[in-house]
């Protein structure tokens, strides 16, 4: 009723407050859905840089994270967490990693996060500052090792370079671009990839 009446799914009331944020950390994608498919920017950031991928990824909830992926919510913002009376600035794929939600981060690279920006995924034995979820995990540091020395093809970053112009309304502006059937299929199941 309120969308019906005119109101801006996009307006915060106070800090760290609006629709689809509350929508991401009460783990409700069908709620996030309706929210972005009637406008809710997945980008919307407040002072303390969180946006709504943030709790999505605290929770480990894939379903709200892919659907904010999917509406090109902004992967490499770093946001403040507190966690157990400490305060950290991470963005979704370094607090994915130090939460040991590994599925997360392939999730984010095949978004296009870059993980060889991390000296630990280059050269795994160079390093001391290896975050102690990757430490124990060593199946997990070879996978992500892996992806981080294999780049993207080059239609996947074009692909990608396309998706972040488009930016909202990702479905409609595909449909209409002037190219076969199946690259448009492509662009909008990037992750599939």
Do not use: W
């Amino acid at each position: 009723m309120l969308l019906q009446a005119g109101s801006d799914v996009n307006m915060t009331t106070c800090e760290e407050c609006c629709p689809l944020m509350v929508a991401s950390i009460l783990r409700c994608p069908t709620l996030v859905k309706f929210f972005l498919d009637h406008g809710a920017n997945p980008g919307i950031r407040f002072a303390c840089g969180i946006t709504p991928i943030l709790p999505a990824v605290c929770n480990h909830d894939t379903q709200t994270i892919r659907l904010l992926l999917e509406y090109n919510s902004p992967i490499n913002l770093p946001g403040r967490i507190i966690r157990r009376r400490e305060e950290f600035y991470f963005d979704p794929c370094e607090l994915a990693i130090h939460l040991g939600f590994f599925d997360v981060v392939e999730l984010l690279y095949d978004y296009g996060y870059n993980l060889s920006k991390y000296p630990y995924l280059v050269d795994p034995m160079g390093t001391i500052d290896t975050p102690a979820t990757l430490k124990e995990n060593t199946l997990a540091l070879g996978q992500l090792c892996s992806l981080a020395s294999n780049p993207h093809s080059l239609f996947k970053v074009s692909a990608l370079t396309i998706r972040k112009v488009l930016q909202k309304n990702l479905h409609d502006k595909v449909r209409l671009l002037p190219l076969p059937s199946s690259l448009q299929e492509d662009l909008l199941c990037l992750a599939a990839h």
